[in-house]
């Protein structure tokens, strides 16, 4: 049997790259994360990575490799006209490394914006954080060039990046014509944070606090896909009782979205009494998961190697709790559910067709509830996963409706397995921690592993980081971190299109993406 | 500038017991109402709250959006969150101010009329948090807007932030404290 989750390197030549990855999409083989390290310390070049769910080796991943040479600048044929899924990842890469995807439908700056200096490329190994301090320029205007309509009776609608809300920073520029949307240009990076570099800069040990504040809704997750890579590199394996802590943290911290997201939908139709019904679950959650741990955020619990502390200890009472919230949870539903007013709204805008999910890369309940069966928890399943038996909810609508009403199915879904781990963890296996957790990769044995991946389905959808050693095993020389939020937020023009401006803050809500989480 | 003279951290206990309390009386674990006597003559009894989001990670987002919830509900104590930075009393600040943020920080501080303080909210808006040193940072809301107060925690809890505000205004408006109306 082949091993499960093997992750297969395959290098090309730059002139097969392109070919290679548009053959694996077009067999339906789903563009996990693409990214670029700069490795001319040590390769002499820099290599660009496209990583595919495997087709053939089911469980598996095939990594396409190529070497994108200095000759004058870095260019690679872009794989966008064939592989629609890689666009933002092709201007994220040219923005950080410099790397210039030629015949790229759409090359404007995507992350760094206009204070930043022009031709300084942050992800470069020869580029210092003060380098680029010293040269962001406050003063400098604004000059990107938004797409705009023209036409009798089109208007520019300019929204952010200070929302109405308490909301994250973004910018949205929409043509309308009467109450209908026409177009939308989203502007996003306002809370881009340098993070990828700084995972460089401090070492494995404290990329945990990082990985853990690049989304505050999705801190477990992506400490726990970070912990993964790393000890995938290293070749650890944690003790059961870690994996079935992790398990249940992540489903908690699903959960909490979830019912968190389907109450804010409420605030989106101006319904508060089910917004506020929503809201009070939702705290109990949070209560809840500082009870376990400490943190709302479920934060400081991932360690390398394992977790901190034991949180499944007092199995009744978390029971007793997950039996209120079932309760409650069912009467927040039938509650919300008998709004004829609030329904009524859900159904119909923030259409997202299932051809359109595929082809763009959509991820999580965006992709799930327009008919796309992808779910990393059964696709390559790790942690517990393999161990508990559950059915992967899709729904076909790909509106509002439908997302809300996926939630639902998956937070009802999330509730049962975190009984079925309170039932399946073992008290007599205490050990938390792995023994070999703490060494460093072998810098000789380079196959035995200098990277490795680390995925997580999160609430927004799938997480994934990779991680690579430099030479001496000891630093990281390239994290890559990919939240769901990156792959969702390209697909929100398209789905807005048509519907009525005020429907716009609704749909934003049943995606509920992340701007940090995006932005990093 | 007033600012630099109240510039102050709490420091909270982590108390687990203290915490389940809060989830049963918000009110007693946020140590009493924000009473009215102790907001600001110059700011007429209550206070209006202009959040700017300057980079966030988006945790003391959730945790600001459930001061509004009808557990903390903080609007009950005279306290609430505006659309505009011109209907603002405090502008309050999260992250650690991307470079991108830093310009519509400013504008937001600089729209909002006289009276006005900034309160910085989490450690990250406080100095830049787990983000300082990175290239993309301001490394805290003090490098960009004067901040008169700092609320500490990552994120801060919801009743962190009540007392956060409390605390700030108590300084502001103690017997000889209270700034003069320009």
């Known amino acids: 049997m082949l091993p499960r989750n093997a992750e297969n390197y395959i290098r090309v030549q730059p002139g097969e790259f392109a070919a290679r990855c548009a053959g694996i999409f077009h067999a339906g083989g ?3 994360m693409m990214f670029a390290a700069d490795e001319r310390e040590t390769d002499g070049f820099m290599n660009i990575y496209a990583v595919f769910s495997s087709i053939a080796d089911h469980g598996s991943f095939d990594i396409i490799t190529t ?12 794989i966008t006209p064939r592989v629609p899924a890689a666009h933002w990842y092709e201007r994220e890469m040219a923005c950080m490394l410099g790397i210039v995807p030629e015949g790229h439908p759409d090359l404007r700056p995507l992350v760094l914006h206009d204070m930043y200096p022009e031709g300084v490329f942050p992800l470069r190994r020869d580029i210092t954080a003060e380098d680029i301090r010293s040269k962001v320029d406050l003063a400098r205007d604004d000059a990107y060039p938004y797409k705009t309509v023209e036409g009798e009776g089109v208007f520019e609608i300019p929204v952010g990046p200070v929302h109405a809300g308490i909301i994250e920073p973004g910018h949205f520029r929409f043509s309308a014509v009467g109450e209908s949307i026409y177009f939308l240009d989203p502007r996003l990076f306002y809370t881009h944070k340098g993070v990828e570099k700084l995972f460089e800069q401090v070492g494995f040990e404290r990329g945990i606090q990082l990985a853990e504040r690049i989304s505050g809704t999705s801190s477990f997750c992506h400490s726990t896909a970070y912990c993964l890579a790393v000890e995938n590199m290293r070749g650890v394996d944690i003790p059961i009782r870690a994996k079935a802590v992790r398990t249940f943290l992540v489903e908690l911290e699903r959960l909490y979205n979830h019912i968190g997201d389907i109450g804010n939908l409420c605030a989106g139709t101006g319904f508060a009494a089910g917004y506020a019904e929503g809201a009070e679950l939702k705290e109990r959650l949070m209560a809840l998961n500082h009870r376990l741990t400490g943190s709302r ?3 400081g619990v991932n360690k390398l190697g394992g977790v901190s502390r034991d949180v499944l200890e007092d199995v009744e009472s978390i029971s007793a709790e997950l039996s209120v919230v079932t309760d409650e949870f069912k009467a927040v539903m039938k509650f919300i559910m008998s709004s004829v007013s609030h329904m009524e709204r859900l159904e119909g805008p923030g259409f997202l067709s299932r051809e359109a999910a595929v082809k763009l890369g959509a991820t999580g309940i965006a992709a799930r509830a327009s008919g796309v069966n992808d779910d990393l928890r059964t696709a390559h399943p790790n942690l517990f996963y393999d161990r508990i038996i559950f059915e992967v909810h899709t729904r076909n609508r790909g509106d509002v409706l439908a997302r809300m009403l996926l939630r639902a199915d998956e937070a009802a879904c999330s509730l049962a397995m975190l009984r079925s781990i309170l039932r399946k963890a073992k008290p007599q296996k205490k050990e938390l921690m792995a023994a070999d957790a703490q060494q460093d990769a072998r810098p000789a044995d380079i196959s035995g592993g200098r990277q490795a991946l680390g995925w997580v389905e999160g609430a927004r959808g799938s997480i994934f980081y990779f991680v690579k050693a430099a030479a001496d095993g000891k630093s990281p020389l390239r994290v890559k971190v990919r939240s769901a939020s990156f792959c969702n937020w390209p697909l929100l023009p398209f789905t807005v299109l048509n519907d009525i401006v005020p429907d716009f803050p609704l749909i934003n809500k049943s995606f509920n993406l992340s701007y940090s989480g995006c932005d990093m | 500038m007033f600012g630099k003279i109240f510039c102050n951290i709490i420091k909270s206990k982590r108390v687990l017991n203290e915490r389940e309390l809060e989830y049963k009386n918000p009110e007693e674990a946020a140590g009493g109402l924000v009473r009215r006597d102790i907001i600001p003559a110059s700011f007429r ?33 005279g306290v609430d969150f505006v659309a505009s930075p011109r209907h603002a009393d405090i502008i309050l600040v999260t992250g650690p101010v991307s470079w991108s943020m830093a310009r519509a920080l400013e504008k937001s501080w600089l729209a909002a009329a006289e009276p006005k303080i900034v309160i910085a909210c989490g450690d990250c808006a406080a100095d830049g948090g787990v983000f300082r040193g990175s290239y993309a940072v301001a490394g805290g809301a003090d490098k960009i807007v004067p901040v008169a107060y700092k609320i500490s925690g990552c994120p801060p809890s919801p009743a962190d932030i009540i007392k956060g505000i409390r605390g700030a205004l108590a300084l502001l408006c103690g017997p000889h404290k209270g700034p003069e109306p320009k």
């Open chain 1, 30 to 32: 789903r563009l996990r």
């Open chain 1, 67 to 78: 070497a994108v040479e200095d000759e004058g600048g870095f260019r690679y044929q872009s």
């Open chain 1, 297 to 299: 955020y479920l934060r």
């Open chain 2, 45 to 77: 009894g209550s206070v209006r709250i202009r959040q700017v989001d300057a980079g966030s990670c988006n945790a003391c987002e959730w945790e600001c959006i459930a001061l509004t919830n009808p557990i903390y509900d903080v609007q009950r104590f």
